[in-house]
């Protein structure tokens, strides 16, 4: 029971409840600002009111999810000095860089732009007002670089110096930091990820109103957006995947190891399927396995030799010295798992969407009407379909929103616990990163308190979705249709108040 209550036990749970649940926000906000200045580039390129109307609505949701990803992204700041004040000691000067750019960007350079853009409707002229959203959504994807440069080091460690007589590690090389191989492949991973769930979430709620003959212009054209987005978007995730993967096996060998549950090196490495194991014995008692498809994987050769998970261990006791430096093998094994699985289930769907909303494909020509009018999904029968019912595709379309943020949340809850036991890998134990002063019980209260804050957070962030979701894209006024030439709108409105767009 001690050992369950640990100080660092009860620290690491609070920091992976309020790290997923964060994370949950920030791969929306990244995506949907440059979908939302998507549709309305094509409004201002169009002049066709449903984009317009496309963009007050998507831009309405993404603004929700902004303002919950503030709250709650601030409580990991707070955090790290709560429980982890000798991990931020010994980091600090490496960390501080990326962290000040962050927040310049995301204080400043974003907030700037959004408001420009939530209050600027009626005060600035179309192009100007169109740069404004553009210029947020640059803001959101240089945002998440700096902090993915910044865990990336925690991944693989460059450009530093180890000042024995402070005990911390010392900033060298700021550039090697942000360029280094591991925060590319972790950045282009991690946006290619996001507009994988920014594409499906605006599949499923475009699913929703289609569903429901309402709305049509706005959600074909939103759902062709969504489909086109998950798409691409999977293409990228699988291939930067891919790159991120062989970077690991050269760096964090024992993670992929643990990954795919090898526990003794072999050449010709199989991919695991399926597999059951005993972990205090170091071997599977069922495995389902591709053969050399992990050799190839790791590197591009089908005979590679890929090392095991007790290969491993070994040379790392004998480079750090005694432990077991095996993290939690079930939680990294189906972790990767579920990660790739919902997402690569987002990915088959949005292709499956793609060929069945093709308009000659799926109409015939005696029902080919306008572009206002509902996709034949809700209303016909096809004869590619065998002349059944194609309502079960909105069902699974609604539910499609929610896979990318399950493979988002296992994706970090493998990146982060596939590390273990390091909080910086190879330099620093996660052991030694916790606040030496800080007692089970406060870090209980704490994280019940966080936990139970963030619950109601969820409830008011559901809340407010499903209210404005429902209510769908709003009526256009005259001053939406008819936006200032010139910069503060025409002379006889120069006293009149900047209006809230929402």
């Not at 050269?250 to 990954?259: E, G, L, S, T, Y």
């Amino acid at each position: 029971m001690e050992l369950a209550l640990a100080p660092e036990t009860l620290a690491r749970w609070q920091f992976g409840i309020t790290t997923v649940y964060h994370f949950l926000f920030v791969p929306l906000t990244i995506s949907l600002a440059s979908l939302v200045a998507g549709l309305q580039t094509a409004w201002v390129r169009t002049d066709k009111e449903k984009y317009l109307r496309a963009t007050k609505f998507w831009g309405k949701l993404f603004l929700i999810n902004v303002a919950m990803g503030v709250v709650t992204g601030i409580v990991q700041e707070f955090q790290f000095g709560m429980n982890w004040s000798d991990y931020s000691r010994f980091v600090g000067d490496i960390f501080g860089a990326p962290l000040a750019f962050e927040a310049l960007i995301a204080f400043f350079f974003e907030s700037t732009f959004i408001g420009l853009w939530i209050f600027g409707w009626d005060k600035l002229p179309k192009k100007i007002h169109l740069a404004t959203i553009w210029m947020t959504a640059l803001g959101t994807a240089l945002s998440a670089y700096f902090i993915l440069a910044a865990n990336s080091w925690m991944q693989h460690p460059v450009g530093y110096k180890i000042n024995k007589a402070k005990g911390r590690a010392e900033l060298t090389d700021f550039w090697h930091v942000l360029t280094q191989n591991t925060a590319l492949s972790q950045v282009f991973h991690t946006l290619s990820a996001a507009f994988l769930t920014g594409g499906a979430f605006m599949i499923g709620i475009a699913a929703y109103h289609l569903a429901r003959k309402r709305h049509i212009p706005e959600m074909k054209s939103s759902l062709r957006l969504g489909l086109i987005t998950v798409v691409i978007a999977g293409l990228l995730t699988a291939v930067s995947g891919d790159t991120l993967g062989k970077v690991m096996f050269k760096q964090q060998p024992m993670k992929m190891a643990a990954a795919e549950a090898l526990w003794n090196g072999e050449d010709s490495a199989p991919f695991s399927i399926f597999a059951y194991g005993d972990v205090d014995k170091g071997h599977n008692s069922v495995a389902i396995e591709v053969p050399g498809l992990l050799s190839f994987l790791a590197n591009n050769d089908f005979g590679s030799h890929v090392p095991g998970i007790n290969d491993v261990n070994k040379a790392e006791q004998q480079k750090y010295g005694p432990g077991d430096y095996r993290p939690v093998i079930p939680v990294t094994y189906w972790g990767f798992r579920w990660m790739i699985g919902f997402g690569m289930t987002s990915f088959a769907l949005g292709l499956v969407g793609l060929w069945m909303t093709r308009k000659k494909f799926m109409l015939p020509e005696h029902l080919r009407v306008g572009e206002d009018e509902v996709p034949n999904l809700v209303l016909f029968k096809t004869k590619a379909l065998g002349e059944q019912s194609t309502t079960w595709f909105w069902r699974i379309a609604l539910w499609t929103l929610a896979f990318p943020l399950i493979a988002n949340s296992w994706g970090w809850i493998f990146t982060e616990m596939g590390r273990q036991p390091w909080s910086v890998f190879g330099v620093l134990t996660t052991a030694d990163s916790v606040s030496p002063g800080v007692s089970q019980g406060e870090v209980l209260t704490s994280m019940t308190v966080l936990t139970l804050l963030y619950a109601i957070l969820a409830v008011i962030e559901v809340k407010l979705l499903v209210k404005y979701v429902k209510v769908g894209p709003p009526e256009l006024t005259e001053a939406d249709l008819n936006p200032p030439t010139k910069i503060g709108g025409d002379s006889r409105d120069a006293d009149k108040p900047m209006a809230f767009s929402y």
